[in-house]
């Protein structure tokens, strides 16, 4: 499903460049868990906004579902976004002073679906969050674990095959960054691809393969099986 | 995104900052209602000089001395404080018996101090015939009657004035007739009072008319041998062209002119007058409203100012419609849609208000001031104003919308 090769992001401003990725190579296969893990400042943010099609890379290839991104236009890229990918940011992006419904709502109006059938899609997405009684609640009123949640039916409702996660759990308390990641490994279960950048251990381990990365590089990339062998989670 | 949900989710965005929507566009709502009230108030006095030119009637013809403008925008040499003298007792004579004509009517004007007891007014004059009455519809008085025939021959003192002066020199209480007044210091018997006030052809104010014998106002008032102006009343048989040029071919004969590009006096026709008077007031009507939309485009600047701030404020928005798929033009889209329903709600207000505004003056004006103004809300300007307030969202609203839409997606969400 996603394959890059020997990826670089380079920023470059008026004095100096910036080699924020360098050669990271490594692919993804439908329905996986992938945590992408590393220090502050290591890139993986950066590698999260490129796997999402939010920017492009400077070198190397990548390609999703067998297309280059090198080949799409700004207007494909966003096209793809909105149907292929959903989003779960940590400082959720909500829209506060709409109602949950308005905010699942807005993936949407930038889709090829039809008014008629957004309603059905925004009340299931809703469902599956567990939100159904807050529906028309304004979102600045609802928790931060909430919040999130609301976050999550937004990103499944145009039903996309990958779901990109930055860090959903840093601004909630652990109880509901447990509910957070319980929703997102049945999304998994049920077979959606679910890219999660964490530097949170617990968080990371829902995930059943870990990609390491450190100084733009990828340092490791193994299964979660192995990382709970070699005791590398504690 | 389709247009529906783009006004759908601009609405909804004003609609959250209602406050602000409404002192954003006072500046649009103020702009239109004054070029609504300008082109309102323009038309109503255009509309107004225009009736009043028309009730003279439409078989009038002016003659004033000196060389017609040729088609240049220039009223002619004798209204611009030229004293012209090319107009005189044979051409008169001559044009009275053109059969085309019915009346030919001399006029001469002055001005001078008018005196009753204690009482003075510095009032405009006008000596003519007896026919001034007929071809003026002023036959008709409220008291007394018109002078003669014989008291322009035999250059009688009497004088026929207007209500309102009647009014003032006298009092509501006391009849003018056969009362004397004093105009210019030379005595004159008052013979009849008009039965109409208000303003008259070319800003003549009938209520304060004063007209004497030509004969008198010539040789004692103003010593001159010359008219200002011959009034002509054409003979219905004959087309207003045709008098037009008759009177051309006899005053040219009169004054020995063989090119008519030489003519020493100005014929105008009430057509001409009206067109004439048409367009001045036209410009003059166009100048206001020109005025008037610089309030208009302070408005729209305040506009693109507040949905400046706007797209700063919500940035992370934008952002996060981006990333969910929102291409460059849709957020171009919605933006722009925010700013021209600012202006087109800002428009229709701001017609409202303009409207409720004429009313009003309309209302003043009939009620507490007795000159017959007419009520014009012209469809033009609501539909220009329309036109104005929606392109000046586009126009102003343009640059904010691509500001918002060329954002970065990652630097957006990144906002704080």
């Given at each position: 499903?996603?394959?890059?090769?020997?990826?670089?992001?380079?920023?470059?401003?008026?004095?100096?460049?910036?080699?924020?990725?360098?050669?990271?190579?490594?692919?993804?296969?439908?329905?996986?868990?992938?945590?992408?893990?590393?220090?502050?400042?290591?890139?993986?943010?950066?590698?999260?906004?490129?796997?999402?099609?939010?920017?492009?890379?400077?070198?190397?290839?990548?390609?999703?579902?067998?297309?280059?991104?090198?080949?799409?236009?700004?207007?494909?890229?966003?096209?793809?976004?909105?149907?292929?990918?959903?989003?779960?940011?940590?400082?959720?992006?909500?829209?506060?002073?709409?109602?949950?419904?308005?905010?699942?709502?807005?993936?949407?109006?930038?889709?090829?679906?039809?008014?008629?059938?957004?309603?059905?899609?925004?009340?299931?997405?809703?469902?599956?969050?567990?939100?159904?009684?807050?529906?028309?609640?304004?979102?600045?009123?609802?928790?931060?674990?909430?919040?999130?949640?609301?976050?999550?039916?937004?990103?499944?409702?145009?039903?996309?095959?990958?779901?990109?996660?930055?860090?959903?759990?840093?601004?909630?308390?652990?109880?509901?960054?447990?509910?957070?990641?319980?929703?997102?490994?049945?999304?998994?279960?049920?077979?959606?691809?679910?890219?999660?950048?964490?530097?949170?251990?617990?968080?990371?381990?829902?995930?059943?393969?870990?990609?390491?990365?450190?100084?733009?590089?990828?340092?490791?990339?193994?299964?979660?099986?192995?990382?709970?062998?070699?005791?590398?989670?504690? | 995104?389709?247009i529906r949900?783009a006004f759908?989710?601009a609405l909804?965005?004003l609609m959250?900052?209602?406050?602000?929507s409404v002192l954003t566009m006072l500046g649009v709502v103020i702009g239109i209602a004054s070029v609504i009230i300008l082109m309102s108030i323009g038309q109503s006095a255009q509309d107004l000089i225009l009736n009043q030119v028309q009730s003279i009637g439409s078989?009038?013809?002016?003659?004033?001395?000196?060389?017609?403008?040729?088609?240049?925008f220039?009223?002619?040499?004798?209204?611009?404080?030229?004293?012209?003298?090319?107009?005189?007792?044979?051409?008169?004579?001559?044009?009275?018996?053109?059969?085309?004509?019915?009346?030919?009517?001399?006029?001469?004007?002055?001005?001078?101090?008018?005196?009753?007891?204690?009482?003075?007014?510095?009032?405009?004059?006008?000596?003519?015939?007896?026919?001034?009455?007929?071809?003026?519809?002023?036959?008709?008085?409220?008291?007394?009657?018109?002078?003669?025939?014989?008291?322009?021959?035999?250059?009688?003192?009497?004088?026929?004035?207007?209500?309102?002066?009647?009014?003032?020199?006298?009092?509501?209480?006391?009849?003018?007739?056969?009362?004397?007044?004093?105009?210019?210091?030379?005595?004159?018997?008052?013979?009849?009072?008009?039965?109409?006030?208000g303003m008259g052809a070319f800003g003549?104010?009938?209520?304060?008319?004063?007209?004497?014998?030509?004969?008198?106002?010539?040789?004692?008032?103003?010593?001159?041998?010359?008219?200002?102006?011959?009034?002509?009343?054409?003979?219905?048989?004959?087309?207003?062209?045709?008098?037009?040029?008759?009177?051309?071919?006899?005053?040219?004969?009169?004054?020995?002119?063989?090119?008519?590009?030489?003519?020493?006096?100005?014929?105008?026709t009430q057509a001409d007058i009206l067109s004439l008077l048409g367009n001045i007031t036209s410009i003059l009507t166009l100048f206001l409203a020109a005025i008037a939309s610089i309030s208009l485009i302070v408005g729209g600047i305040g506009i693109m100012?507040?949905m400046?701030?706007?797209?700063?404020?919500?940035?992370?928005?934008?952002?996060?419609?981006?990333?969910?798929?929102?291409?460059?033009?849709?957020?171009?889209k919605?933006?722009l849609i925010e700013s021209i329903l600012l202006t087109s709600a800002g428009g229709v207000i701001g017609i409202a208000l303009g409207a409720a505004v004429v009313g009003i003056v309309y209302e003043a004006l009939t009620t507490f001031a007795s000159i017959g103004w007419v009520f014009a809300f012209p469809i033009s300007s609501v539909a220009l104003s329309l036109a104005v307030s929606g392109v000046a969202g586009i126009a102003f609203g343009i640059?904010?919308?691509?500001?918002?839409?060329?954002?970065?997606?990652?630097?957006?969400?990144?906002?704080?």
């Amino acid at each position: 499903m996603i394959e890059v090769h020997n990826l670089q992001k380079e920023y470059l401003d008026e004095e100096t460049s910036t080699l924020a990725l360098r050669d990271v190579s490594f692919s993804i296969k439908k329905g996986e868990f992938v945590s992408i893990m590393g220090p502050s400042g290591s890139g993986k943010s950066t590698l999260l906004q490129i796997l999402s099609f939010l920017d492009r890379p400077t070198g190397g290839t990548y390609t999703f579902d067998g297309r280059s991104i090198d080949e799409m236009t700004d207007r494909e890229l966003a096209q793809v976004r909105n149907r292929d990918m959903g989003f779960v940011f940590q400082s959720f992006n909500l829209l506060s002073r709409l109602t949950v419904y308005d905010n699942v709502e807005i993936p949407l109006l930038y889709s090829n679906i039809p008014p008629a059938s957004r309603p059905a899609l925004v009340e299931a997405a809703v469902n599956s969050v567990g939100l159904e009684e807050k529906l028309n609640t304004e979102a600045g009123k609802l928790s931060g674990g909430q919040k999130q949640r609301v976050a999550i039916a937004r990103a499944l409702v145009t039903g996309p095959a990958v779901i990109f996660a930055d860090e959903p759990t840093g601004n909630l308390d652990s109880q509901s960054g447990l509910q957070i990641m319980d929703i997102l490994d049945s999304l998994n279960k049920k077979g959606r691809t679910v890219i999660l950048v964490t530097h949170e251990t617990q968080t990371a381990e829902f995930a059943n393969r870990i990609v390491r990365i450190r100084d733009g590089k990828v340092e490791s990339d193994e299964p979660i099986a192995a990382h709970r062998a070699s005791g590398s989670l504690k | 995104m389709l247009i529906r949900d783009a006004f759908k989710t601009a609405l909804r965005s004003l609609m959250h900052g209602m406050m602000r929507s409404v002192l954003t566009m006072l500046g649009v709502v103020i702009g239109i209602a004054s070029v609504i009230i300008l082109m309102s108030i323009g038309q109503s006095a255009q509309d107004l000089i225009l009736n009043q030119v028309q009730s003279i009637g439409s078989d009038l013809i002016i003659i004033t001395p000196g060389a017609p403008a040729n088609g240049k925008f220039s009223p002619p040499a004798s209204a611009q404080g030229i004293i012209v003298t090319s107009l005189k007792q044979n051409d008169v004579d001559a044009l009275q018996r053109e059969p085309a004509i019915l009346y030919a009517v001399p006029e001469v004007r002055g001005q001078a101090d008018v005196v009753y007891g204690n009482n003075i007014v510095t009032e405009g004059y006008t000596g003519s015939t007896q026919d001034f009455f007929l071809v003026s519809n002023l036959a008709a008085t409220a008291k007394g009657q018109p002078f003669a025939k014989s008291d322009v021959d035999s250059g009688n003192h009497v004088v026929v004035i207007g209500p309102d002066l009647a009014t003032t020199l006298f009092g509501a209480n006391v009849d003018p007739i056969n009362k004397t007044i004093r105009v210019k210091n030379i005595s004159f018997r008052v013979v009849g009072v008009l039965g109409k006030s208000g303003m008259g052809a070319f800003g003549v104010d009938i209520g304060n008319l004063v007209v004497m014998p030509i004969t008198v106002a010539q040789t004692q008032l103003l010593g001159t041998n010359f008219f200002n102006v011959i009034v002509t009343q054409a003979n219905a048989s004959y087309t207003i062209d045709f008098v037009k040029s008759r009177i051309a071919f006899t005053l040219e004969q009169n004054h020995g002119i063989h090119d008519s590009n030489k003519d020493d006096f100005n014929i105008e026709t009430q057509a001409d007058i009206l067109s004439l008077l048409g367009n001045i007031t036209s410009i003059l009507t166009l100048f206001l409203a020109a005025i008037a939309s610089i309030s208009l485009i302070v408005g729209g600047i305040g506009i693109m100012n507040i949905m400046l701030v706007s797209v700063t404020e919500r940035t992370r928005e934008i952002g996060l419609r981006k990333a969910v798929g929102a291409t460059d033009s849709d957020i171009l889209k919605q933006f722009l849609i925010e700013s021209i329903l600012l202006t087109s709600a800002g428009g229709v207000i701001g017609i409202a208000l303009g409207a409720a505004v004429v009313g009003i003056v309309y209302e003043a004006l009939t009620t507490f001031a007795s000159i017959g103004w007419v009520f014009a809300f012209p469809i033009s300007s609501v539909a220009l104003s329309l036109a104005v307030s929606g392109v000046a969202g586009i126009a102003f609203g343009i640059y904010p919308a691509r500001q918002a839409s060329k954002k970065n997606p990652i630097d957006a969400l990144r906002y704080e």
